[in-house]
């Protein structure tokens, strides 16, 4: 009964003019939950269910990265994307965010908890395409090794402050996104 929802906030920014962006999509991609549904879908698309165990073994290995996710131990990692869908010809996260460099968001992308805590991002993996998705490693742990969420936590809000130095990117995000972090609690741990 785990909703896949408490991971993933989709958002258009709108203004009294209509519409500046695509419908946008932020995921939670460190929490195993969103993981295995991004597995299970992989299985769907690919008949799983239906393949021998010789072709169960391909998309098993096809799929080890995302089941096993080595930086998710040390990296909170947050993905942005824009959904396939009817109405847009064009991908405009691909588009703007494959001219983002690290330097342009180093101090324009962060998250923090409800207390304010800070944690800010280490790497920035642009798009590979104009189809393509965003990806941001945001480091876990504080100096003194503490991760930014706990179970005590109640928030975990993304951060995109507008720079001069990522202006084409920079309408595609709300300057926060909130979560709720005590409904993204699954077997007693913050799963992100």
């Not at 195993?32 to 239906?50: C, E, F, M, P, S």
């Not at 991908?91 to 800010?120: C, H, P, Q």
């Not at 965003?134 to 975990?156: H, I, M, N, Q």
């Amino acid at each position: 009964d785990i909703n896949i929802d408490m991971w993933t906030r989709e958002y258009n920014q709108t203004s009294r003019f209509g519409s500046l962006s695509p419908n946008i999509v932020l995921r939670l991609y460190s929490s195993k939950t969103v993981r295995h549904a991004l597995i299970r879908t992989n299985q769907l698309a690919a008949k799983y269910d239906g393949l021998d165990l010789a072709g169960k073994t391909i998309i098993d290995e096809r799929n080890k990265l995302l089941r096993e996710c080595e930086p998710c131990k040390q990296y909170y990692i947050v993905v942005i994307m824009q959904p396939a869908s009817s109405d847009s010809k064009r991908n405009i996260v691909g588009e703007r965010m494959r001219v983002v460099t690290f330097e342009d968001l180093k101090d324009t992308f962060y998250l923090t908890n409800e207390k304010g805590e800070k944690r800010n991002i280490f790497k920035f993996v642009p798009p590979s395409s104009d189809g393509g998705f965003a990806t941001f490693y945001v480091e876990r742990l504080d100096k003194d090794g503490t991760p930014l969420l706990s179970l005590a936590s109640r928030k975990l809000i993304a951060n995109w402050k507008v720079g001069s130095t990522n202006e084409r990117a920079g309408y595609l995000m709300d300057r926060k996104v909130e979560f709720d972090v005590t409904k993204m609690i699954v077997e007693s741990e913050v799963d992100f």
